[in-house]
Nanobody, 116 residues
Framework: QVQPVESGGGLVQPGGSLRLSCAASESSFSIYDMDWYRRAPGKQRELVAS????????YSADSVKGRFTISRDNAKNTVYLQMNSLKPEDTAVYYC?????????WGQGTQVTVSS
């Protein structure tokens, strides 16, 4: 079973950038569509961006359009979320999720904090 592992979170100043990674050890990872979600303190989980196995992308959160970019490298079994022009309201735990035929499989999350 594929098990995604997120990394790349941290503390960044407003206007800064971070690149999150979501990696899996199994080669079957490349056949799954993938999502990035986030959960901000006191808020519900929010779908941020999605990418199909073939690389088609969709950004579900209007607040990130033009600032975030989702991509994947199937040879490395990794999905990325490039986050630019970060704002304090982007502070959240970010999760990746693999859409498998058996249901979504979640990573453990990585904390992103945007603060001066």
């Amino acid at each position: 079973q594929v098990q995604p592992v997120e990394s790349g979170g941290g503390l960044v100043q407003p206007g800064g950038s971070l690149r999150l990674s979501c990696a899996a050890s199994e080669s079957s990872f490349s056949i799954y569509d993938m999502d990035w979600y986030r959960r901000a303190p006191g808020k519900q989980r929010e779908l941020v961006a999605s990418i199909t196995s073939g690389g088609n992308t969709k950004y579900s959160a209007d607040s990130v359009k033009g600032r975030f970019t989702i991509s994947r490298d199937n040879a490395k079994n990794t999905v990325y979320l490039q986050m630019n022009s970060l704002k304090p309201e982007d502070t959240a735990v970010y999760y990746c999720s693999a859409k498998t035929p058996f249901g979504p499989i979640w990573g453990q999350g990585t904390q992103v904090t945007v603060s001066s």
